[in-house]
T-cell receptor
């Protein structure tokens, strides 16, 4: 069964600090992995996409990494801002399938 | 740019009542999806459509029906609502041929069944 596990479930950090969110998956055959940001009361929005051949990808203060061998991904947020407070969801797609597998998400709270 | 629009945003139903959630997208996307999001669980696929006039079951289809009569609209129906269907419902769409299949989500519809 395809699964996506994220850790930690929740995280509180001070504004300006860095943090790293983790995603482990067992989806096979792997196609790509996306990180989505979901603000409270809103729908998820894609931040980054990682394919099999990509190790690192940045989007502003967000940097995603992928280790396809160990089936792990991380999302690193640099110099956090209050607006980074949200849930971050790891979503993995399998080749040839319509469906994707969602992680439960990590709820990040950035405090002043 | 409207993107994906869901109506209504909030609804309270009594057990046994019926209702329809409407999803409309203006991006000419072929694929559309209905998900539900519950605390402590990832988004779960209810039904999806790969084009106008087509629908297919997802992982949690029981108690729901869908229709895609027009390409831009995807309707989710509850014929006889149950408290277990209390959830936040998200519609999403994506185009064909796009690398990685980014999903574009609506703002969500919060449904409470008493």
């Amino acid at each position: 069964k395809n699964q996506v596990e994220q850790s930690p479930q929740s995280l509180i950090i001070l504004e300006g600090k860095n943090c790293t969110l983790q995603c482990n998956y067992t989806v096979s055959p792997f196609s790509n992995l996306r990180w989505y940001k979901q603000d409270t009361g809103r729908g998820p929005v894609s931040l980054t996409i990682m394919t099999f051949s990509e190790n690192t990808k940045s989007n502003g203060r967000y940097t995603a990494t992928l280790d396809a061998d160990t089936k792990q991904s991380s999302l690193h947020i640099t110099a956090s801002q209050l607006s980074d407070s949200a849930s971050y969801i790891c979503v993995v797609s399998a080749q040839g399938y319509q469906k994707v597998t969602f992680g439960i998400g990590t709820k990040l709270q950035v405090i002043p | 740019n409207a993107g994906v629009t869901q109506t209504p945003k909030f609804r309270v139903l009594k057990t046994g009542q019926s209702m329809t959630l409407l999803c409309a997208q203006d991006m000419n996307h072929e694929y559309m999806y209905w998900y539900r999001q519950d605390p402590g669980m990832g988004l779960r696929l209810i039904h999806y459509s790969v084009g106008e006039g087509t629908t297919a079951k997802g992982e949690v289809p029981d108690g729901y029906n869908v229709s895609r009569l027009k390409k831009q609209n995807f309707l989710l129906g509850l014929e006889s609502a149950a408290p277990s269907q209390t959830s936040v419902y998200f519609c999403a769409s994506r185009p064909t041929g796009q690398r990685g299949g980014e999903l574009f989500f609506g703002e969500g519809s919060r449904l409470t069944v008493l």
